[in-house]
């Protein structure tokens, strides 16, 4: 694991000590109290070529 470095919160510009570089622990709970959300499933329709895509010309040599 990295080590624990001082840093300056990118969001309110206060000394804080963090593994990585971001927000602090205090601004990073406020973005997920106002940001967050519960996640959601998204569909997506099957993959189909379109009509002018032909196959590679080398494995269709004969």
Same mark, same amino acid.
């Given at each position: ?7 300056? +919160?990118? &969001? /309110?510009?206060?000394?804080?000590? *963090?593994?990585?570089? @971001?927000? +602090?622990? &205090? /601004?990073?709970?406020?973005?997920? *109290?106002?940001?967050? @959300? ?25």
């Amino acid at each position: 694991m990295a080590d624990a470095v001082e840093i300056t +919160c990118p &969001r /309110c510009q206060s000394l804080t000590t *963090a593994d990585f570089y @971001g927000p +602090c622990d &205090r /601004c990073r709970g406020e973005l997920r *109290a106002s940001l967050g @959300g519960v996640g959601r499933e998204v569909k997506v329709a099957a993959y189909e070529p379109k009509a002018n895509v032909i196959p590679n010309q080398v494995a269709t040599r004969e």
